[in-house]
């Protein structure tokens, strides 16, 4: 309840969801192209290690840093997994 009343008083200001919660913006199952397209490049890149990768995004939409996992699939692309803020 909390969140939703914070939520309603910063859109009344002109703040979106997204400047509260970068994660909003990611959708777990998204490939890693839709992922680039929507937020730009990423600021920095793990190594794959098991099938997965991280990418991390920081700028104008996303105030602070977000970590975004991804899984390679059986097609050899990658999908978003998990996202955290740090």
């Known amino acids: 309840m909390r969140k939703i009343c ?3 008083l910063l859109s009344i200001v ?3 969801e997204a400047d509260i919660e ?3 913006q ?3 199952g998204m490939l890693e192209s839709e992922l680039v397209t929507k937020l730009g490049v990423p600021f920095q890149k793990s190594d794959e290690v098991d ?3 991280a990418l991390m995004f920081k700028g104008k939409n996303i105030p602070t840093m977000m970590v975004v996992e991804l ?3 059986e097609l050899g692309k990658y999908q978003v ?3 955290n803020i740090m």
């Open 22 to 24: 970068p994660c909003s």
């Open 81 to 83: 997994s998990h996202c």
């Open 6 to 8: 914070l939520l309603a």
């Open 51 to 53: 099938g997965k990768k």
């Open 26 to 28: 990611v959708v777990i």
């Open 71 to 73: 899984n390679k699939t």
């Open 14 to 16: 002109g703040c979106s």
